[in-house]
């Protein structure tokens, strides 16, 4: 079983010494860390396909690239001090959505849901959040996901959103511009010997709602890059 602590080490390092002349002169050392994230999610795919079909499915479509994009950016800071993955069919093109693995010196998780929808698919979610959304609410009450993610998290607008009065009963559900759960890692938690088959056991708790978000959202791409 991977064990990641030589990840989280060379992140630690890059985020203390994020430049060019550095990371190319410890290239190896981030090729070595890559592959071991590689193998990680390869490993959790693999778990994930028993309970949601995942077949043919690489590390390799899931994983984001470490270079920033820092066209629209105050921070030009070229690396991500992090690696992460998109876990579902069709990998980073999945129009479904998505596990998200992040996996950061302290900052760890898994999450997912309805991050940065398009205009369409936050009308229609909130379309079926205003008819009190039984399922929805069946869902986030489940045993397993109230142990692992606890409760739903997102943006929220301070006011009504357009076409639904300030008084409606599900009015605070309507305000949420995302809705989106996290399941926190630490870093012993992510180095232990069972951090793959913990994630999966996540990811089967977690699916329910995921599927339920890909319903009501319909096609196209749910997730933004976090």
């Not at 985020?15 to 999610?41: C, P, S």
């Not at 849901?113 to 205003?130: D, F, T, V």
């Amino acid at each position: 079983m991977n064990n990641l602590s030589p990840l989280l080490d060379f992140l630690r390092e890059l985020r203390a010494n994020n430049n060019k002349v550095w990371f190319e002169a410890h290239r190896a050392q981030y090729t070595d860390a890559r592959g071991l994230f590689e193998d990680f999610v390869q490993d959790v795919i693999f778990g994930i396909n028993e309970f949601d079909p995942l077949t043919g499915l690489m590390a390799a479509d899931c994983m984001y690239r470490i270079n920033r994009d820092v066209r629209f950016s105050k921070d030009k800071s070229p690396y991500k001090a992090n690696m992460a993955a998109v876990i579902a069919p069709g990998g980073r093109k999945s129009a479904r959505s998505q596990y998200y693995l992040h996996v950061a010196p302290g900052d760890s998780m898994l999450a997912g849901g309805a991050y940065m929808p398009s205009k369409e698919q936050l009308a229609r979610i909130r379309e079926n959040i205003a008819t009190g959304a039984p399922e929805l609410h069946q869902i986030i009450a489940a045993p397993g996901f109230v142990k692992y993610f606890g409760k739903l998290e997102g943006e929220k607008l301070k006011v009504a959103p357009k076409g639904y009065p300030k008084d409606h009963p599900q009015i605070e559900w309507l305000k949420y511009t995302s809705l989106t759960a996290y399941h926190r890692l630490s870093d012993d938690a992510v180095c232990a010997p069972g951090a793959v088959a913990h994630i999966v056991k996540v990811c089967q708790a977690f699916k329910p709602f995921l599927d339920w978000v890909t319903d009501v959202a319909g096609p196209g791409p749910i997730e933004g890059e976090r």
